[in-house]
C-alpha cells in the first residue's frame, strides 16, 4: 500500500467537548506493520508491536521527534508464543507492558527482562489501561472485557459500540472516555466514545476510508493511531 493521507471530520457533541483536530507523522523507522502502540509519559517512551516483524520495539525521547520525521528504535524484543501481535497497553501501577498474541495474553518490563503469559481462551485484538483493570477488545465481537491487574481474572464486560474485526480501544484519562474505532476488512469505522463507568455510546465523527490500520493510544491530549502503509510504518499524531 502506498502512503495514506487521512481527513477526520470531527463533530461537535453535547456530551463531550474536546476533540482531536491537528495531525501530524512519525514514521518509525524498521517497521513494516504496526498492529499497536502505547506512549509513556514519564519516561517518554514509545512501545509498538509489529506482527510483520514479530517484535516489540521501543523508541526513546519521542516526544522530541519533529512532525513528519523518521525515528529510529533503541530496542526490540522477540516474543515467545505464537500468533500475530496485536494490540498493547501500560500499567503505571505495576510498570508492566501488556500485549496480545493471538489468544493469549503476555506482559514484560519495559526493559523486556522480565515476561509472563497466560491464555486468555478468546481472540483479542486490543487492549488499554484504567484504575488497575485491563480493557480488552474481542475480535469480531461486540464484548469489551474487564480484567482485575491484580489477578488477570475477568471481573465485568461492556459491550463495544460494533463488532468488527480488529478493533482498537484507548482511555482518555481528562474525559474518562474510551476512544473505541474498528479497522475492519480494510474500511475504516466510525470514532466511538465509551463512557467508561455507564458504558454507552457516542459517535464522535466519521473516518476516511484510507487503510489506517488498526491500534490506538491515547495520552495527555494526544491520539496515536498505528498506520499500515509502505515500509516505514508509523503513527498519526492528532491533538
Known sequence: MGRIF???????????AQQPAQSHYIWMSGTLHLHGAVYIEDTDEMFITDTELDQLQRYD????????????????????????????AYDPENDLLYYIRGSDLYWTNRSFSSHGSQSLGYNASDLTYRDEHLYIVTDNSSTIRVLDTATLTQQSTMSAPISSSWPS???????????????GTGTASSWYSIDATTGSTTTYSSIGSS????????NDGYVYLSLETSTPDGLLVIS
Do not use: K, R
Open 61 to 88: 525521547n519521542f516526544s522530541s521527534a519533529s512532525p513528519n520525521s523518521s525515528i529510529s528504535y533503541a530496542a526490540t524484543m522477540t516474543p515467545s508464543g505464537s500468533g500475530s501481535l496485536q494490540g498493547i
Open 211 to 218: 487503510h489506517w490500520g488498526h491500534g490506538i493510544d491515547y
Open 6 to 16: 487521512l481527513m477526520f471530520f470531527l463533530f461537535c457533541s453535547s456530551v463531550y
Open 169 to 183: 480501544i484507548a482511555y482518555d484519562e481528562h474525559q474518562d472516555v474510551f476512544w473505541f474505532s474498528a479497522w
